[in-house]
């Protein structure tokens, strides 16, 4: 193998990742080549220095990054897509540029692999007298499994813990709440963030719950889902941030369905700054229910159905 290749090998021989046959050519090479040894010392002094350098990511952070990961993932033409150490090693190898952060890179990735089998790390579940006196146990990494409201009002809610556990309480328990926000953002359950934002109904009084929501009805895949989220946040239509969320659903979802349901949250409330972002919808909408309602809504705010 040449130099050039060993380079892009090195951050992940580093870290353990390579088969045992690439292993065996690069430590061959290694064998040889100085200049290529002491790039491996450097990548492997980067990396001492990266665990050395403890950082605590604001609250939700990970979830949020994997949780973009996932989406771009996902919105990736299939015919691209290849295994992530394969997508890892292109992008060292595509003139990066600094060879040093290249252990940096890898840590990401790594980070991200992990976060699939870890997602969420929720403070209550820590070894300090929260999670004690929740009777759960000490790993805080959880994967909520199913959500349900019963009769008396308070929230039932299983998750992963090492073992499957559970917890009921109201809305109002700080517990329940973030388990909540964990299942609205989990990726691959598209049922359980239905039954989670049909639970958050007329509940998002807080400002992370709704941002959640909001976040739900903008970038989650399934249509249902984002039908929920909306129906969930109704009674703050009102709201500037939500009524931004609300626009912007209604100038790029694909589905009729989220567009129609934005356009009667919006409209619940009168509020001519509409005015423009409908006669926009007008000038590209093909759905002709959509179109009729809102050249429907224009006449009625003695607006144009056009724009001039």
Same mark, same amino acid.
């Given at each position: 193998m040449s130099c050039e290749q060993i380079e892009?090998?090195?951050?992940? $021989?580093?870290?353990?990742?390579?088969?045992?046959?690439e292993e065996e050519r690069v430590e061959h090479h290694l064998a040889a080549c100085a200049s290529c040894e002491a790039e491996l010392q450097r990548v492997r002094s980067m990396s001492r220095i990266l665990t050395a350098t403890e950082r605590v990511p604001s609250e939700g952070l990970?979830?949020?990054?994997?949780?973009?990961?996932?989406? *771009?993932?996902?919105?990736?033409?299939?015919?691209?897509?290849?295994?992530?150490? %394969?997508?890892?090693?292109?992008?060292?190898?595509?003139?990066?540029?600094?060879?040093?952060? *290249?252990?940096?890179? *890898?840590?990401?990735?790594?980070?991200?692999m992990a976060g699939k089998v870890a997602p969420w790390n929720l403070p209550f579940l820590g070894t300090g007298t929260a999670g004690n006196s929740a009777g759960l146990q000490t790993e805080g990494f959880v994967n909520v499994r199913s959500v349900e409201r019963g009769a008396d009002g308070k929230v039932h809610v299983s998750f992963d813990n090492v073992n499957r556990r559970s917890i009921t309480g109201s809305l109002d328990d700080v517990k329940i709440r973030e388990l909540l926000i964990a299942a609205m953002r989990d990726d691959s359950n598209p049922g359980l963030r239905v039954e989670t934002a049909d639970v958050l109904k007329n509940s998002a009084e807080e400002q992370e719950i709704r941002s959640a929501l909001r976040d739900a009805v903008l970038h989650d895949p399934n249509v249902g889902v984002r039908m929920t989220a909306l129906e969930?946040?109704?009674? $703050?239509?009102?709201?500037?941030?939500?009524?931004? @969320?609300? @626009? %912007?659903?209604?100038?790029?979802?694909?589905?009729?369905?989220?567009?129609?349901?934005?356009?009667?949250?919006? @409209?619940?409330?009168?509020?001519?700054?509409?005015v423009g972002p409908l006669q926009n919808l007008m000038q590209k %909408? %093909?759905?002709? $229910?959509?179109?009729?309602?809102?050249?429907?809504?224009?006449?009625?705010?003695?607006?144009?159905?056009? @724009? $001039?």
């Amino acid at each position: 193998m040449s130099c050039e290749q060993i380079e892009k090998e090195l951050a992940l $021989y580093a870290y353990g990742e390579l088969a045992q046959d690439e292993e065996e050519r690069v430590e061959h090479h290694l064998a040889a080549c100085a200049s290529c040894e002491a790039e491996l010392q450097r990548v492997r002094s980067m990396s001492r220095i990266l665990t050395a350098t403890e950082r605590v990511p604001s609250e939700g952070l990970l979830a949020q990054c994997r949780m973009d990961l996932a989406r *771009a993932v996902r919105n990736e033409p299939a015919k691209s897509r290849g295994s992530w150490l %394969e997508k890892l090693r292109g992008f060292m190898g595509a003139g990066v540029g600094i060879r040093v952060p *290249a252990g940096a890179l *890898a840590l990401v990735a790594i980070g991200f692999m992990a976060g699939k089998v870890a997602p969420w790390n929720l403070p209550f579940l820590g070894t300090g007298t929260a999670g004690n006196s929740a009777g759960l146990q000490t790993e805080g990494f959880v994967n909520v499994r199913s959500v349900e409201r019963g009769a008396d009002g308070k929230v039932h809610v299983s998750f992963d813990n090492v073992n499957r556990r559970s917890i009921t309480g109201s809305l109002d328990d700080v517990k329940i709440r973030e388990l909540l926000i964990a299942a609205m953002r989990d990726d691959s359950n598209p049922g359980l963030r239905v039954e989670t934002a049909d639970v958050l109904k007329n509940s998002a009084e807080e400002q992370e719950i709704r941002s959640a929501l909001r976040d739900a009805v903008l970038h989650d895949p399934n249509v249902g889902v984002r039908m929920t989220a909306l129906e969930a946040l109704k009674p $703050y239509a009102g709201n500037e941030e939500v009524r931004k @969320t609300l @626009t %912007e659903a209604l100038l790029s979802d694909a589905n009729p369905g989220v567009r129609v349901k934005a356009i009667d949250l919006l @409209t619940s409330k009168h509020d001519d700054s509409l005015v423009g972002p409908l006669q926009n919808l007008m000038q590209k %909408e %093909e759905n002709s $229910y959509v179109r009729a309602r809102v050249s429907n809504l224009l006449r009625e705010m003695n607006a144009s159905v056009g @724009t $001039y």
